[in-house]
């Protein structure tokens, strides 16, 4: 399958999936808490090459 067709598919999912954006932070703006995954990965950086630093997604 050729790369521009993938992205089609990607950009066809985006934009069938952004009409939930408005209900998604409805929902969040009326919960009393939000959780987050704060899971840390080593993340390689150009500034200290071969020196891993801690990050998180």
């Known amino acids: 399958m050729s790369p521009s067709t993938l992205l089609n598919y990607l950009a066809l999912g985006a934009k069938k999936l952004g009409i939930l954006i408005p209900v998604l932070r409805e929902e969040?703006?009326?919960s009393n808490y939000m959780q987050a995954d704060?899971?840390?990965m080593r993340v390689l950086t150009r500034d200290k090459p071969g020196s891993p630093l801690k990050g998180c997604f």
């Open 28 to 30: 969040i703006h009326r």
């Open 38 to 40: 704060e899971t840390s």
